[in-house]
């Protein structure tokens, strides 16, 4: 007769050999999701570690061509006639506090063209942000005198220097708006200008430029630069002349 006991749960036992061989094969099943879920991290890691090197790399090169297409002349045109959307800063009604300041001479120096921000010149507006006149102001002289700048700009001509004040960091035109203008439109980097500086108390400054000191003040220094003879200038027969554009006293 055959007896037949029935268990359950922990009381079952398997049969030496073949339960040891089920047991490995259902290990082996259940770590098997576990490497590939592994190997599927260190893949998605590692190709995450290549885009992000790639864009590393490719930053200074995306940088530079942006820079490229923005001094493009076109691009960099309509840059300076969006300015002209709004009127040229005014640095007493941006800084009121100036008019507090002391006032020193720093001379003649050369000015990036993207630190001169507005106009010095007290009064209602009459300016545009691209420091060209309003259009209603714009005279048949005015345009003479515009082409002459920018012709001389072409040919390289020796212009006269600006007039700037500087407060802080910021420049403001005294004289020569439309030299900045032109300079704005033809992506000139630099300016010649005679600097003077307001300077509030406790404010930091800096020491006057030791060209300045060749010539004998500022109005040798337009003097000079317009073409003229000043005090200290030599006659033009001791030396080889030069080409000089002559430009307007403007304000």
């Known amino acids: ?50 885009a992000l090197t790639i864009a590393e790399a490719a930053a200074p090169v995306i940088a530079e061509a942006r820079r490229l297409i923005g001094e493009r002349p076109g691009a960099r045109v309509r840059g300076v006639r969006r300015m ?61 005198r515009w082409q002459r700048i920018l012709r001389g700009i072409e040919d390289m001509a020796t212009l006269p220097p600006i007039e700037l004040i500087k407060f802080g960091d910021e420049y403001w035109v005294v004289d020569g708006h439309n030299r900045v203008a032109a300079a704005l439109y033809n992506g000139q980097v630099e300016i010649d200008a005679i600097v003077q500086e307001l300077r509030l108390f406790g404010m930091p400054s800096e020491p006057p430029t030791l060209i300045a000191p060749s010539l004998e003040g500022s109005l040798d220094l337009r003097n000079a630069g317009a073409g003229r003879f000043s005090r200290t200038a030599s006659r033009p027969d001791s030396r080889p002349p030069r080409r000089e554009i002559e430009t307007d006293t403007e304000r």
């Open 1 to 50: 007769m055959c007896h037949v006991v029935a268990s359950t749960g922990d009381e079952q036992k398997a049969a030496p050999g073949w339960g040891a061989g089920k047991a490995e094969a259902a290990a082996q099943a259940e770590e098997a999701p576990r490497d590939q879920d592994h190997d599927h991290d260190h893949d998605h890691s590692g190709i995450s570690g290549v």
């Open 84 to 144: 002209a959307r709004e009127p040229l800063a005014n640095l007493w009604e941006v800084h009121p506090e100036a008019r507090r300041a002391s006032i020193r001479e720093l001379g003649l120096r050369s000015v990036p063209v993207e630190m001169i921000v507005g106009t010095a010149v007290e009064g209602a507006a009459q300016r545009l942000g691209d420091f060209l006149p309003l259009r209603d102001r714009r005279s048949d002289d005015w345009r003479s």
